[in-house]
Structures are given as structure tokens and as C-alpha cells.
């Protein structure tokens, strides 16, 4: 490949660096997020010809656009094999039709039920191959609302050359999930149960990586959504759907669970680079920052409220940082909103700002029994079995107020990892595979530790 794209940082003032060091990097020295300098274009002719691509096929002319020279085309291809090797589904993301205009687009095959396995089996992938060719170690570092730690951990659980620290707000995610995580024997493996909020495990996180000294010398790296290689290898199934799908002269419209904006985002870059995406909808639950934003281009944070959609309880969206720095272009902008938001808890957009973004997405919050009720018509209308995220998802869909032909809901978690919430609803435990009824017998392993910077950092400084 003669490619050399280059990436910078949303706020303007960290080196720019290739892709190898960017996926390493994490978040960038001066607080800000990795992006490309441009978005790479794909040709209709080729878009058109991925109907008679696999998935796999697919993701190596979506991702290698991104790559440079650090990796040969054969050693893609066999990283892009090895990593869905271990889906539950041949299609890797299948799609289900609901009725003329609605699918779902399945994102649970993989090892963990959620779709973080697909960025994070082709991360873990990737990495290995980079720290064997240079014998390299690294210690990973990362936040999770409930599913990126377990997607992590179980693609890191089989790579010497790296330990693997991740935090998850204490009580706050469902016994499944946890323990996804916590029942990974494996001795490069920690979980930290934190006693805060998601938004309390991520702060942490941030600071210890703000600290650029102790970061180069532990040789720390982040792998939450703020990792760029996760949003790319993301994009693979907004362009897998419309392959998928007969979808040419008819209005499409994606619906996405929302939490870190990670998800969507890989939506609207796929639009960018030439796929037809009418809308893109932020669905959200309680927690719905991102909808009033795009209501009123107020940006404000509130406290965090407990759900039973757990993996977006989110306030802080780390990724619309990116789509701030693509609309506006600008990072000096970009860099004095951050620093409001951090000082005051909020910010406002500019008007022309906000019409931009509302010509590419649209925003709808979904109540707790609002979700509770599609869960149980889902199941009674088409005998499918929802997640609540999925849920949020669909839901919000409905509320849009233009017509769509095609409304896609990205159904982001296998309803067994919140089996409690969905068989409470439809009396119905059917849905739970062996799989997961296994993970709930086995032991587990986790350190509960205070919301303190300090006491995570010596827990992580005294297991390196
Ligand atoms: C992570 C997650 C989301 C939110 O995705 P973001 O990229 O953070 O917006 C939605 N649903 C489930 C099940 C998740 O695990």
C-alpha cells in the first residue's frame, strides 16, 4: 500500500502521526481525539460491487484506506479472518426484516454478545501483530459501561505481550455482562470495580492518560471507544447493510443506541466516504444530552440516571468531539468548547453549526416504559427477542418525523446479556443461550476500589 494518510488531533496542538502510532497513542497529548485528515472516498462502482462481497471482503477495502505501509494487504486480510473467525454467524453482522421497512441489524455474534467484538477482536488482532514484529509490550487502560471491557478482555485475554486493566462502575452493569468480564481467567487480565458512575471510571482514565510522563514510561495504552481503529472497523457494517439491501432511490434512515457516539459516528464517516445514508438517528435513553442538543444546540451535562439500558447511562460522549472538529473544522473551536464543557458543565453551538449536523442526524429519547413496551410488541408482533438498548433503538426510530422507506436499527447487545430486564417482561427465558447460563456458574475476579485517581494508578503501577 502507498498510502499515508495522516492523522491529527481535534484540538490542534499534538504531533500528527501515522496509523500504527495512532492506534497506540489512544487520545492524543493535547486532550483531543485522532482523526484522519481526510476522508477517503470509495467509488460507487465499488460500493455497488460489495453485493457480491463477504464481510469480510468488505471490511478489507473499507479499513485499508486508513492503513499505511506498517501493514502489507495479505497481513490485513489474514488479521481481518482471524478476527471474526470466532463470530457465531457466517454473515458476521446479519440483518433480520421486520416487515417492509424495518430490520435489525444483529451486532451480538461475536465471543461477548455485544457489538464492541467487532472493533475490539480486529484491535486486539492488530496489536498483537504490531508488538511481535517489534517485541513490544504494552499495558491496555480502559473504561467500560458494561460490554467494550468484556469485548477487550476476551480479545486480550491470549496476547502476551500485553496487560489488560479495565474499569466498570461498581453495580452499575448487569451480572451477565460483568461477568463476561470477571470469569476471563487469564494473568494479564485485571478488572477494576470502581465505586462511581461510567462517567467516573472514564474520568479517571482520561486524567491518568493526561499524564504524558507516566504514560510513556508504563507504555499505556486506551482502548475505549476513543481509539480511532474502533470507529473504522465499525464502518464495515453500515456498508455490509446497504449491500445487503435493496436500498437504491429509497430514503435510509440508521437508528443507533447512543451512549460514547462512537457507534453513529462510524455511520456518518461512512456516509462521507460515499455510502448513501439518508439520517442517522441518535437514539437515547433518560440520559438524552445528546437529544436535547440537537434540540436546542445547548449542551448540557446533567447526572447520570440508572437504566436498564446501562451501556449508554452516559452524560460524557466522548466521540462528538469528532463530529464537532468535522463540522466546524476548526480545532482552536473545538479545544475552547472541551475546556467550557470541563469548566462549566456545558456549552452552547453555533446556530449554523447545529443546522449542519441536523442535516445528518436526527435525535429521539426513549423512556423506560416506552422501551419496556416495544421489548414486549417486538416479541408479540414478530416473535423477536430484543435487548433494551436494541429497544431504545427501535423506539426512537418510530418517533422520527420524516418518512423514511428503510429504517435500520442497530440491535447492539445479544438479549441475553440483559436477560433479567427481558425475561421479566415476556415470561419468556427461552432466549437464554447455554453459553451465557455457563459464564453465570463460574467464579470471579475483580479489585473494588474507591473513585480516586490516585488509588487506581497505584493499583495499576503495582500490577505492571
Ligand atoms: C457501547 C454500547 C452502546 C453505545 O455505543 P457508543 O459507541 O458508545 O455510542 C449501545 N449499546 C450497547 C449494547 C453497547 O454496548
Redesign the pocket.
Known sequence: MINSLKYISTRGSAPELSFKDVIFEGLASDGGLYVPKHWPCLSNELIDSFSSMTYQEIAYEVISPYIDSTLSDEDLKAIIKKSYSCFDNTEITPLTKLDNKNYLLELYHGPTY???DVAMQFISQLMNFYLNENKQSINILGAT????GAAAIEGFKNVKSAKIFILHPYNKISEVQRKFMTTIKSENVFNIAIKGSFDDCQNIIKKIFSDNDYKKEKSLTAIN?INWSRIMC?MVYYFYTLSRIKSKDKKVLFS??????????AGYISKKMGLKIDMLNIATNDNDILTRTLMTGRHQLQGVIETT?P??D?QI?S?FERLLYDITQDSNYVSNLMNELKRTGKYTLKENDLITMRKSFCSYSVSEEESANIIKNTFEKYKVII?P?TAVGLSSAQKCDKEYDIMITLS??HPA?FKDTVSNLLHNEEFITKKVSNILKLDENMTILDNDIDVVRNFITGNI
Open positions: 455485544a457489538f464492541k459501561s458494561g460490554d467494550t471507544s465499525q443507533v443506541p447512543t451512549g460514547n457516539f462512537g457507534d453513529i459516528l439500558s451501556s449508554i452516559i460522549s466521540n435487548d438498548h447492539t447487545a446479556k
